[in-house]
C-alpha cells in the first residue's frame, strides 16, 4: 500500500511538469493567515485525529478594500481499516466548499471532494496521501453596463506527509491541473503550486510549543501579477492549557493570532481561533485583514488516531 501510494504520488507530479501553457493572468493562491488551518494544503491532517471534523473559516479584508471576503466549510469522516494488520491504517473522507466574494460583482467558488489514505509506518511514524478535487466555479454578476458570465473549471490539489505525535514533514501540489477558466474576454489560470512544510510541537507540563516552517512555489506567467512567484514563512504558537496565542510571518505580512485550542467539552473537542494582518511589503494590494476559524472534533465511542 505504501509503494502504490507514493508512486501515484510521482506520477501526478511528473504528468504536471510536463504540461506547458501560454501567458494568462495567474489567479492569486488562497492566502490565510492561519496557515496551518488551511484544509487545501496540507490534506493529509484533515480529520486526522476524530472520528468527524467540522470546520469553519471566514477571512475579510477591513479599511480600503472592505469588498473581498474568503470563507469556507469543511467536514470530514475518518474509518479505521477492519484488516487486521500488524501496522494500522485508516482512511479520512472529506467535502469543503469554498466562497471567494470580491466587491458586489465576482465571485469564486470551489467544492471539492478528498480522500487520504494513512499507513502506519513503524510504532512512531506514519505516511500518508491525499487527494481532492471538484468544480471551481468563476461568476460575474450583470451590471448596468455589462451582463452575466460564469465559468467552472475542475481543480485537484494533493499531499504527501510523514508525521508523527510531534513532528510533520510533508510536501503539496494544489490546483495540479493548471485548468484555465473565461467567463468573458480574460483567461484566468488556476496557477499550480507547491508547497514544503514542517511542523513540531513540544510538550512541557501544560504547554505546548509548535513552531512551524513553509515555502511556497509558483512559476508564474503573468508579469504583472501582484503575486510573488516564492514565499516562506513560519510561525509559532504557544497553548497554555486550553488559551492559545501566536505569530506567524511571511513574504507578505505578520500575522498574530489567539483563542481557545483543544477545548474538550462534553466529550469533543473545540478550536476557536482569531488572527488580524499587518502587511509589512510595499504592496498596495497587502491591505489589512482578519480572520476566525472555528473547528470541533467530534471522537464518538471511539478514538480513530494512531495516537491513543
Do not use: C
Amino acid at each position: 500500500m505504501t509503494k502504490k501510494n507514493i508512486l501515484l504520488f510521482i506520477v501526478l507530479h511528473t504528468a504536471a511538469f510536463l504540461t506547458s501553457f501560454g501567458q494568462e493572468v495567474d489567479e492569486t493562491p488562497q492566502h490565510f493567515g492561519q496557515f496551518y488551518n488551511n484544509p487545501l494544503i496540507n490534506l493529509s491532517r484533515n480529520g486526522l485525529d476524530s472520528k468527524v471534523e467540522i470546520a469553519f473559516d471566514n477571512q475579510r479584508n477591513i479599511g480600503g478594500f472592505s469588498g473581498v471576503s474568503t470563507s469556507y466549510f469543511g467536514l470530514f469522516f475518518a474509518q479505521q481499516s477492519k484488516k487486521r494488520r500488524k501496522r494500522k491504517s485508516k482512511n479520512v473522507y472529506g467535502l469543503y466548499i469554498y466562497d471567494d466574494i470580491e466587491g458586489d460583482l465576482i465571485s469564486r467558488r470551489r467544492v471539492n471532494l478528498s480522500y487520504a489514505t494513512h499507513q502506519q509506518l513503524s510504532k512512531k511514524w506514519t505516511l500518508s496521501l491525499a487527494l481532492s478535487g471538484g468544480l471551481y466555479l468563476f461568476g460575474i454578476k450583470p451590471s448596468k453596463t455589462t451582463r452575466a458570465y460564469s465559468a467552472n473549471s475542475f481543480e485537484g490539489n494533493s499531499s504527501l506527509l510523514l508525521y508523527s505525535k510531534q513532528f510533520q514533514i510533508g510536501v503539496s501540489m494544489n490546483q495540479f491541473t493548471n485548468s484555465s477558466v473565461q467567463p468573458a474576454q480574460q483567461i484566468t489560470r488556476l496557477k499550480r503550486h507547491y508547497y514544503i512544510f514542517s511542523q513540531y510541537k513540544w510538550r512541557k507540563n501544560n504547554i505546548d510549543l509548535i513552531p512551524s516552517v513553509f515555502v511556497r512555489y509558483m512559476n508564474l506567467s503573468d508579469p504583472l501579477s501582484s503575486t510573488k512567484g516564492t514565499i516562506a514563512g513560519g510561525s509559532f504558537r504557544a497553548v497554555y492549557k486550553i488559551i492559545m496565542a501566536g505569530v506567524t510571518a511571511d513574504s507578505y505580512g505578520v500575522y498574530l493570532s489567539t483563542g481557545l485550542n483543544n477545548w474538550n467539552l462534553f466529550g469533543n473537542e473545540y478550536n476557536m481561533d482569531f488572527s488580524y494582518f499587518v502587511p509589512t511589503a510595499a504592496n498596495t494590494i497587502n491591505v489589512n485583514r482578519m480572520e476566525v476559524n472555528l473547528r470541533m472534533k467530534i471522537n464518538g465511542r471511539k478514538k480513530v488516531t494512531f495516537f491513543n
